[in-house]
């Protein structure tokens, strides 16, 4: 199984990502989890990337498709997986056809999580993510059984520095100006899936899972 998410900063894709996982044991793949760790190990690609996503704004095409097309191009990759923030741009989707296309291969169905603005806003201001393995919490609706420590790992619970409220302004203001059209581009290509995404988290996890075996089916 070959599926994108898509969906604004907040939406919940890395939500439904750990439960597409768990449901299909499909291969996570998150552009921002990517960066993030290129810019934690000061690499080449996390030179590039940090200032851009410090600001709210996408790090440039051509570093994020090689960074993705080479986790995709591992074992476990190949085998299937869920991209979670990628592609957002027209030419991302495009690097994407391409590569997948250049092993055989094609996506089987992109999946848009619908929330409104005011929704996500309030998300990511109450998202808290673990720093040593990338599990997501939320203050208001998915809290760890401890406050500030992972419930799967014990690691420590961190706000992203671009979940401060000016960033997210900036990155939902980016997503509706580079990322939003590619609704249209799947839609046109007859993969689209669109799942409502403002219920509770269990009701959108099941929901995504449930669309998804209908696509298979
Ligand atoms: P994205 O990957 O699209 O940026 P996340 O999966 O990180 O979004 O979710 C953003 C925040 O909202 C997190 O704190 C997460 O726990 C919370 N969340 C995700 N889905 C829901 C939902 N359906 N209802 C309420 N909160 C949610
Ligand atoms: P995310 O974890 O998906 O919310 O992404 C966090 C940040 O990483 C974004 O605000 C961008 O700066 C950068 N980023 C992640 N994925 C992409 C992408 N596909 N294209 C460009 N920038 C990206």
Do not use: W
Request: one cysteine or more; charged letters at 25%; a negative charge.
């Amino acid at each position: 199984m070959r599926v994108v998410l898509l969906g604004p900063p907040g939406a919940g894709k890395g939500t439904v990502a750990a439960a597409l996982v768990a449901a299909y044991g499909v291969t996570h793949v998150s552009s921002g989890d990517l960066l993030r760790a290129a810019v934690a190990a000061e690499t080449e690609v996390g030179r590039k990337a940090k200032a851009f996503m410090d600001s709210g704004r996408l790090v440039p095409d051509e570093v994020v498709v090689a960074a993705v097309v080479e986790r995709l191009s591992q074992e476990d990759g190949r085998r299937g997986f869920v991209l979670d923030g990628f592609p957002r741009t027209a030419p991302q989707a495009e690097a994407l056809d391409q590569a997948l296309a250049a092993h055989g291969t094609a996506l089987d169905a992109v999946l848009a999580l619908e929330v409104p603005e005011a929704v996500v806003v309030g998300r990511l201001t109450a998202r808290r993510t673990c720093e040593q393995c990338g599990r997501i919490y939320n203050l208001q609706t998915l809290k760890p059984a401890e406050d500030g420590v992972c419930d799967a790992c014990g690691g420590r619970l961190i706000v992203r520095p671009d979940d401060r409220p000016e960033t997210v302004r900036k990155r939902l203001e980016v997503y509706a100006r580079q990322t939003e059209a590619l609704v249209h581009y799947y839609e046109g290509r007859g993969l689209l899936i669109r799942v409502g995404a403002e219920g509770p988290v269990e009701t959108v996890r099941e929901a995504a899972v449930a669309a998804l075996a209908d696509a298979a089916s």
